[in-house]
């Protein structure tokens, strides 16, 4: 990559980000092209898999932490600027008639895995095998105490947006009775909860200790190509400034960021009230906490110990604070600062 950047690259999952009120307010846009760059969506590039892999220059991710801790451990070169945390639904449940009232009652019973197949991370695995474990280590019960199977795979045009393209097998495998419970998770995954009239065995939101919900979107992570950041970590602060600026705005404009959050989803207002809470527009501004960071790499810890991971790295190896704190510089005066702690 040379100093001659003219087009800057995103993407981000369809959650919760500080990217998808930035891209809606027209933030980003207008903070970059103020820079000569142009701003474009993944898609354009024709490289759809550089979501999970990052294998292309100048690009931002911000979304679920298991393919950005995927691809670094393969050796892609990017870098850690920014994290969130956004408490979400996390929920263990079951089908009515089933037996099934706690966390305890799962002892023996089949906890349905969901198998997306191919060659990138299966971070929908990854996700259910975190909660179930988490779950499970609530009542001192470990993954040896129960049964895992694997639900059948959706179908290649399944599309990883709303209850069906993130739930969709799951609970057909759980109708049919192949598993016992399964593992949802936001807005995708309290819809699928109303619209199948399924049972909560548990909810890993209401856990008082944050450790016990570290998952695939807590935290969230911000990552760009190191290259990008090594030879103009102009561009990166001036790109974080855009989303803080927009999490700010978002902190002011709750109808809106819930508006915002819905289209992001493929969800409703009433699922993200449900999944997020009354503090959604509060928890988006990216940052490097120490306590973030630590459970960053439970998480990486977690992903290596059940195969998820090819490779060991070193987290701290992996951040670089340097373009958040020079954000600073590059965000307006005049914007909303409350921020939830």
């Not at 820079?35 to 100048?58: K, S, T």
């Not at 399924?198 to 911000?222: A, E, I, K, Y």
């Amino acid at each position: 990559m040379t100093d001659d950047v003219t087009t800057i690259w995103y993407t981000r999952c369809p959650v919760p980000t500080a990217s998808g009120i930035a891209l809606d307010t027209g933030r980003l846009e207008a903070s970059l092209t103020t820079a000569g760059l142009a701003v474009a969506p993944l898609r354009m590039a024709g490289v759809a898999e550089a979501h999970f892999d990052h294998r292309l220059p100048a690009l931002f991710r911000e979304g679920g932490n298991v393919p950005a801790l995927w691809a670094r451990s393969r050796g892609e070169r990017t870098r850690l600027v920014g994290l969130t945390w956004v408490p979400e639904l996390q929920a263990i449940v079951t089908r009515r008639g089933s037996g099934i009232t706690g966390p305890r009652d799962l002892v023996g019973r089949r906890l349905i895995l969901p198998t997306h197949g191919g060659d990138r991370v299966d971070f929908f695995r990854a996700m259910a095998l975190r909660g179930f474990d988490a779950t499970l280590r609530c009542v001192g019960l470990s993954l040896a105490d129960v049964e895992l199977v694997d639900a059948p795979a959706p179908l290649p045009q399944t599309e990883d947006v709303g209850a069906d393209g993130f739930y969709g097998p799951t609970v057909a495998a759980l109708r049919a009775g192949l598993g016992d419970v399964a593992y949802v998770k936001g807005a995708p995954g309290a819809d699928v909860m109303a619209r199948d009239d399924l049972l909560c065995v548990h909810d890993l939101t209401l856990t008082t200790d944050p450790r016990l919900q570290v998952n695939n979107g807590t935290p969230r992570t911000l990552t760009v190509s190191e290259g990008l950041a090594t030879r103009r970590p102009d561009i990166v602060a001036r790109y974080i400034a855009a989303l803080r600026d927009a999490a700010r705005w978002a902190a002011g404009h709750p109808e809106d960021t819930a508006r915002i959050v819905a289209a992001e989803t493929g969800s409703t207002r009433v699922g993200v009230a449900r999944a997020y809470g009354d503090t959604l527009h509060h928890r988006l501004e990216p940052e490097l906490r120490p306590e973030w960071i630590g459970h960053l790499d439970d998480q990486k810890r977690f992903l290596l110990r059940h195969g998820v991971l090819p490779r060991d790295f070193p987290i701290e190896e992996w951040i670089d604070p340097g373009p958040l704190a020079a954000s600073d510089a590059y965000l307006p005066q005049d914007t909303t600062t409350e921020v939830i702690s």
